[in-house]
C-alpha cells in the first residue's frame, strides 16, 4: 500500500515502501525518481546536437512509446535515463518498470541486460549504411 506524504527536506511527494528513509519522520518511504528533477525550479541551459545513433528496432519502440506516455520526447527520456544512470540510481518506479514490461511484450523485445554489448546486426539490418544505401563515414571505427 502507497501513501503519499510530503518530507520537508525534499519539499516533493514521496510514497511509503518497504525502503528506509534518512529522517526519523519517515521511517518507510521510497522516492519516485522519475520526479527528482522537480523539486526545485532550477533550469539548466544546454546544447543539443542532432545524432544518428543506431539502436535496435524493438528497443527504440519501447523507448517512443514509454516517451509518449509520459508526454516526453525521446532525447528528454534518454537523457534521463543517461543522468539517473550516471548518478548510479534507476531512472523508474515500480509502476514504470511493469509498464516497461507490458511495451517490451507487446513489441516483442526479449533483450535484457545480459545482451548489452552482445548484439549483432542481421543481414537485412543494413549494418553501417544510411537510409540512403551508402555507408558511413564512421563505419569500420572500434
Given at each position: 500500500?502507497r ?9 516533493i511527494?514521496?510514497y ?41 528496432k ?10 509518449d ?6 532525447g528528454?527520456?534518454?537523457e ?25 511484450k ?12 552482445r ?18 563515414r ?5
Open positions: 500500500m501513501v503519499p506524504l510530503t518530507c520537508p527536506d525534499e519539499g511527494r514521496a511509503v515502501s518497504r525502503a528506509i528513509c534518512a529522517r526519523p519522520c519517515f521511517r518507510l518511504r521510497t522516492v519516485v525518481h522519475w520526479y527528482h528533477s522537480m523539486k526545485n525550479n532550477h533550469k539548466y541551459v544546454v546544447e543539443r546536437v542532432q545524432t544518428g545513433v543506431r539502436i535496435e524493438r528497443l527504440l519502440k519501447v523507448l517512443r512509446a514509454f516517451a506516455f509520459h508526454d516526453l520526447s525521446l528528454d527520456l534518454l534521463g535515463i543517461v543522468l539517473h544512470a550516471f548518478h548510479g540510481k534507476c531512472p523508474f518506479d515500480r509502476d514504470s518498470l511493469r509498464r516497461i514490461r507490458e511495451l517490451k507487446f513489441y516483442g523485445l526479449e533483450l535484457d541486460s545480459s545482451a548489452s554489448h548484439l549483432t546486426e542481421s543481414e537485412s539490418g543494413g549494418a553501417g549504411k544510411n537510409q540512403s544505401g551508402k555507408k558511413g564512421r563505419e569500420g571505427i572500434a
